[in-house]
Structure formats: structure tokens, C-alpha cells
């Protein structure tokens, strides 16, 4: 029997919460001190922020970090 390990998917909802604000990823990216490309691939998916990034973004938007970043699992 194999080691089994768990996959996650983390889910965001950042650019609801900007479009909310009406602020361009730019904008956003400028107010937490990142590249608007680390927004883009933040909101796409394809990039988890790290802990302390997810942090300010929560900071930012002044919502808890669970209200932001939601994570699926599964096991394989």
C-alpha cells in the first residue's frame, strides 16, 4: 500500500473583492506591495500567496483570511 497524500486546491474570491472596491489589479498590487502579475496569477489560480501575503491581502480588504481563501482537498 503507497503513501497516500492530499492534493489542495485553494480558492480565492480577490477579484470579487477588488471589483467590489472598483480598483484595477495595479491599484490593488500597489497598496500591498506586489506586482499586479502576482495579483493576475493570484485571482487565475495559478499561484498561492504566501502566508504572509495572504495575510495583507486580509489586512486590505479588512476581512478574515477563511473569508478570502477557501481550501478543497482530496486524497490520492
Known sequence: ??????????????????????????????EIEVTRATIN???KGNYNPSLELAFR????????????FSVEGRYE
Open 1 to 30: 500500500m503507497g503513501k497516500t497524500k492530499m492534493k489542495l486546491k485553494i480558492r480565492n474570491n480577490v477579484h470579487v473583492l477588488r471589483a467590489e472596491k472598483r480598483m484595477s489589479q495595479e491599484q490593488l498590487a500597489s
Open 41 to 43: 496569477s493570484i485571482e
Open 57 to 68: 491581502i486580509a489586512e486590505f480588504f479588512e476581512k478574515n483570511i477563511n473569508e478570502i
